[in-house]
């Protein structure tokens, strides 16, 4: 395949901002192929075809092995990178408003989805990633994995799990500066935005301040599109703005 070819892989892809940012990917007329990986099979109304590949997988090592082996024919030639996954609620978890409400079974499962599945991908693709052009790879994160911003307390599992990946994409950006030198790493927050994932706390959400997927999936393209590669992480708001760790 051409190293100028530039082509997308969106991760955790049925998500309502992932949904968001492989339309803005497919619209791209500088982007040949956007590849999606989903535990779901492909959404009926997206056009499945050579622009847009989809890949289903369980998020267990040994399958995301197979997903990369798939990948191998696009080294060198993606450019972006979305990590997608998050969890916050279920029908059987809720975040904990107490110390009483901390369960273990939880804290695995969000630990698992939120930072031990992004830090998979990230430790599996790395050979497939180097490239001569740069790659600029977003995992979506969250504010509220800050700790010096935690004034609040509260949703143990979510929070934590956030600022663990932020630890682990620090780490990560500080091993491809000098293995993977053509990526960019950012931690992303998009901000309160109307996807399943906040439904249930939309409400408490001030007038103006909850964004459609749309809007964000747009900034956030926007702010991979002039990310410079600097051998660091970057952890950013959907303004651009840096939110401390
Ligand atoms: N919406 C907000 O207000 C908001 C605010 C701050 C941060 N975020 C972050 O933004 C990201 C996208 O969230 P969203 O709002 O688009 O939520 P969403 O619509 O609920 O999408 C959640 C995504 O997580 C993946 N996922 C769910 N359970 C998983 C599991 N057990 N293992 C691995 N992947 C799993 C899904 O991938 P599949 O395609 O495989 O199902 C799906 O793409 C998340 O990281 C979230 O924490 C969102």
Known sequence: MSQIE?????LGASGGLA????????????????????SKPAPENLVVDKSLV??????????????????????GSIAR?????????????????????IKPEALHEIFQANAVVPALWLKLLHKVLKAKQPT??????????????????????????KSALNMLLKNIAIEYARRVKNVKLISFHPGTTDTALSKPFQAAVPEGKLFTAEFVAERLTGIMDNAVVDGELSYLDWDNKTIPY
């Open 136 to 161: 600029v790879v977003a995992a979506l994160s969250a504010r509220v994995g800050s700790i010096s911003d935690n004034r609040l307390g509260g949703w143990y599992a979510y929070r934590s799990s």
């Open 19 to 38: 949904q968001a940012l492989i339309a803005q990917f497919v619209a791209d007329q500088t982007i040949n192929t956007v590849i999606a990986v989903s």
């Open 81 to 101: 990178v979305c990590i997608c996954h998050g969890l916050l609620h279920t029908d059987n978890l809720w975040p904990e408003k107490r110390l009483e409400d």
């Open 54 to 75: 989809w890949i289903q997988t369980d998020y267990t090592e040994p399958a995301m092995v197979e997903v990369v082996a798939q990948l191998v024919d696009y080294t």
């Open 6 to 10: 530039k082509n997308a892989l969106v």
